[in-house]
């Protein structure tokens, strides 16, 4: 079973644009990851926040967690072509030592 | 740095028939999972190893399905026999080991596309 459920599915924009991608989830979380995954590929990490955390950046992307709504979104700022992809959120349940990903959100930055 | 390695990369096989699959984690990972992903879908762990101990493998068909890490290093997951509807990527992933702040970043291989006839 999947236990975060990304929104949109998909996601089509111009690039320069901002993207924003949601996840929510069911149960308690030690930490709440992001993965993106080109096509064919294997998937590459690029975010972990922790359930104490409440906003996190790394170069364009920011992601934040609302622990109270369960919920997260990923937010890639002024977007690339090379940044269409599948990205997936990934949780971390209290006790239960593995990631259970949802079923992602596809994005594509047309140029 | 090497990233995680797996092969094939890709397999097509006639269903009843035998596959396995072989992944060698980043060096030092004591950590390694073998996920199945379906089209459309987000990874679903198969087994999770700790060194050569398989921790969690609840979720791995252990009628047709079966793994090992032999020296808690590389590792290798076995389909006999496939049905069509194994027909998914497999993915590899490694990590270092999980402590009091949950499960650490996982670093996944390429995958091997499975595809049942």
């Known amino acids: 079973s999947q236990q975060g459920e990304e929104d949109p599915q998909a996601l089509s924009i111009q690039e320069g644009e901002n993207a924003t991608m949601n996840c929510s989830y069911k149960?308690?979380?030690?930490?709440l990851q992001w993965y993106r995954q080109n096509s064919g590929r294997g998937l590459v990490h690029l975010i972990l926040?922790?359930?104490?955390?409440r906003e996190k950046h790394s170069g364009r992307l920011r992601v934040t967690l609302d622990t109270s709504k369960k919920s997260s979104s990923l937010l890639i700022t002024a977007s690339r072509a090379a940044d269409t992809a599948s990205y997936f959120c990934?949780?971390?349940?209290?006790?239960?030592?593995?990631?259970?990903f949802g079923a992602g959100t596809i994005l594509r930055v047309k140029s | 740095e090497a990233g995680v390695v797996q092969s094939p990369r890709y397999k097509i096989i006639e269903k009843k028939q035998p596959v396995a699959f072989w992944c060698n984690p980043i060096?030092?990972?004591?950590?390694l999972y073998w996920y199945r992903q379906n089209l459309g879908q987000g990874p679903e762990l198969l087994i999770r190893?700790?060194?050569?101990?398989?921790?969690?493998d609840s979720q791995l068909p252990k009628d047709r399905f079966s793994a090992e890490r032999l020296k808690g290093v590389d590792s290798t997951l076995k389909i006999q026999p496939a049905e069509l509807g194994d027909s998914a990527v497999y993915l590899c992933?490694?990590?270092?080991?999980?402590?009091?702040?949950?499960?650490?970043?996982?670093?996944f291989g390429p995958g091997t596309r499975l595809t049942v006839l």
């Open positions: 992933a490694s990590s270092l080991t999980a402590g009091l702040a949950g499960v650490n970043e996982q670093f």
């Open positions: 149960t308690s979380i030690n930490n």
């Open positions: 926040i922790r359930s104490n955390e």
């Open positions: 990934a949780t971390d349940a209290w006790g239960g030592n593995k990631l259970v």
């Open positions: 060096s030092g990972h004591n950590t």
């Open positions: 190893y700790e060194n050569e101990e398989a921790v969690d």
